[in-house]
T-cell receptor
Framework: TQLLEQSPQFLSIQEGENLTVYCNSSSVFSSLQWYRQEPGEGPVLLVTVVTGGEVKKLKRLTFQFGDARKDSSLHITAAQPGDTGLYLCAGRSNSGYALNFGKGTSLLVTP | NAGVTQTPKFQVLKTGQSMTLQCAQDMNHEYMSWYRQDPGMGLRLIHYSVGAGITDQGEVPNGYNVSRSTTEDFPLRLLSAAPSQTSVYFC????????????FGEGSWLTVV
């Protein structure tokens, strides 16, 4: 199993602050995904990054895939209470079917 | 469009009982899988299927059986429930050709007492 380490595990910030969540591994992934999960629901895909060094933006969210395709980051600008949730990264190797998930970062944004 | 549908949403079992978690998808996806999610453990793959009649084990398959008789359905069976199987279970599916876009069901909360 290729391990994905996410940090921080918990994050509590006030509305308007910026934050960065990290996803690191010693393994190379063919692609890496970020999901957001709200209480009582399944994870929902936010983005897929495929190319080393790739940067993708989704409104106030910026995702980056490391040059070596071993790590990724999620940056949120001016966080809002609606951003509250569990953020999960998941990577897939070249040969595997399944996604390997990190343990997640639980984000709380208070008004 | 129903997507991935799981039933039941909540279930309490006694140790040793058996049950089946149902999963159905209406998107004609070839790949289906079952994950369990536990506090501090993330999502772990139990079993998966790449098509009707084909199943394989994931990271934590012990205590669970699956079958894939149709493209649409992928039930997960607990033959003799144990307290260690208390968890939230998610079914997921994706197209073979779509790369990595996986669609998850809403989850099934299982408690084994």
């Amino acid at each position: 199993t290729q391990l994905l380490e996410q940090s921080p595990q918990f994050l509590s910030i006030q509305e308007g602050e910026n934050l960065t969540v990290y996803c690191n591994s010693s393994s190379v992934f063919s692609s890496l995904q970020w999901y957001r999960q709200e209480p009582g629901e399944g994870p929902v895909l936010l983005v897929t990054v495929v190319t080393g060094g790739e940067v993708k933006k989704l409104k106030r969210l910026t995702f980056q895939f490391g040059d070596a395709r071993k790590d990724s980051s999620l940056h949120i600008t001016a966080a809002q209470p609606g951003d509250t949730g569990l953020y999960l990264c998941a990577g897939r190797s070249n040969s595997g079917y399944a996604l390997n998930f990190g343990k997640g970062t639980s984000l709380l944004v208070t008004p | 469009n129903a997507g991935v549908t799981q039933t039941p949403k909540f279930q309490v079992l006694k140790t040793g009982q058996s049950m089946t978690l149902q999963c159905a998808q209406d998107m004609n996806h070839e790949y289906m899988s079952w994950y369990r999610q536990d506090p501090g453990m993330g999502l772990r793959l139990i079993h998966y299927s790449v098509g009707a009649g084909i199943t394989d084990q994931g990271e934590v398959p012990n205590g669970y059986n699956v079958s894939r008789s149709t493209t649409e359905d992928f039930p997960l069976r607990l033959l003799s429930a144990a307290p260690s199987q208390t968890s939230v279970y998610f079914c997921a599916s994706r197209r073979r050709s779509s790369g990595n876009t996986i669609y998850f069901g809403e989850g099934s909360w299982l408690t084994v007492v």
